[in-house]
C-alpha cells in the first residue's frame, strides 16, 4: 500500500510558466515532507521541505504548499526553466530513532524550451 | 563538505561472490541510510543507523548485511546475491532528530550476473 501517492508521472510545461506538482499522502503521523529532484544516474537532491505545523515554505522559485486536513502537498516552480526538468519524488518522514523516509513514485517533469 | 561519498559507483558481482558497498560523510550528521532503487521507481528504505545503532531494518534478507563502524561510515555487505538485487543503492545521512532533510550520495550501480 502506497503510503505517498504522486498520481502524475510526468508533466510537461513551457519554459517561463509555473510548474505545480502534486502529492497526497496516507499515513496522518507523518510530520515532515520534503521534495527531491533527480536527475537519471544520480543521487536525489534536495529542494525544499515543510514542517507538519506550517502551510507554506517558500525558496526562491520553489514553494510547497501543505494541506493536512487533505493530507496533500504541492511544489509550485515559477517561473519553470530546461535545466528543471528532472523526477521530483515527494517524500515524507516519521522521526522514529532516525527518520523513515518514505518517497512516492515520482513526476516527471520536462521543461520545454 | 555537503557531499556523501559512495564508492564503488558501478558494481558487477556474481552470485557467489562477496563484495562491499562503501559510504562516506563529514558532515557530522549522526543518522545513515540505506536505501535501494530499481529503475522507474522510488527509492526504498533498507536500513537506518542511529548514533552507530541499526535503529530500523526494513525486513531486508540477510544477504544485505550492513555495518557503521563510526559515525562518518557505513557499509554494505553483499553475499550470495540474485540477479533481481540488481539496482541502484543509496546512502544517505542526516542530522539525528526531528524534521531534518537527508542528503543522498551519487549512488552505486549494482549488477548481479
Known amino acids: 500500500d502506497q503510503q505517498v501517492k504522486q498520481n502524475s508521472p510526468s508533466l510537461s510545461v513551457q519554459e517561463g510558466r509555473i510548474s505545480i506538482l502534486n502529492c497526497d499522502y496516507t499515513n496522518s503521523m507523518f510530520d515532515y515532507f520534503l521534495w527531491y529532484k533527480k536527475y537519471p544516474a544520480e543521487g536525489p537532491t534536495f529542494l525544499i521541505s515543510i514542517s507538519s505545523i506550517k502551510d507554506k515554505n517558500e525558496d526562491g522559485r520553489f514553494t510547497v504548499f501543505l494541506n493536512k486536513s487533505a493530507k496533500h502537498l504541492s511544489l509550485h516552480i515559477v517561473p519553470s526553466q530546461p535545466g528543471d526538468s528532472a523526477v521530483y519524488f515527494c517524500?515524507?518522514?516519521?522521526?522514529?530513532?532516525?527518520?523513515?523516509?518514505?518517497f512516492g513514485p515520482g513526476t516527471r517533469l520536462s521543461v520545454l524550451p | 563538505d555537503t557531499e556523501v561519498t559512495q564508492t564503488p559507483k558501478h558494481l558487477v558481482m556474481g552470485m557467489t561472490n562477496k563484495k562491499s558497498l562503501k559510504c562516506e560523510q563529514h558532515m557530522g550528521h549522526r543518522a545513515m541510510y540505506w536505501y535501494k532503487q530499481k529503475a522507474k521507481k522510488p527509492p526504498e528504505l533498507m536500513f537506518v543507523y542511529s548514533y552507530e545503532k541499526l535503529s530500523i531494518n526494513e525486513s531486508v534478507p540477510s544477504r544485505f548485511s550492513p555495518e557503521c563502524p563510526n559515525s562518518s561510515l557505513l557499509n554494505l555487505h553483499l553475499h550470495a546475491l540474485q540477479p533481481e538485487d540488481s539496482a541502484l543503492y543509496l546512502c544517505?545521512?542526516?542530522?539525528?532528530?526531528?524534521?531534518?532533510?537527508?542528503?543522498f550520495g551519487q549512488g552505486t550501480r549494482l549488477t548481479v550476473v
Open positions: 544517505a545521512s542526516s542530522p539525528a532528530g526531528a524534521n531534518t532533510e537527508a542528503f
Open positions: 517524500a515524507a518522514s516519521l522521526d522514529n530513532y532516525g527518520q523513515n523516509f518514505v
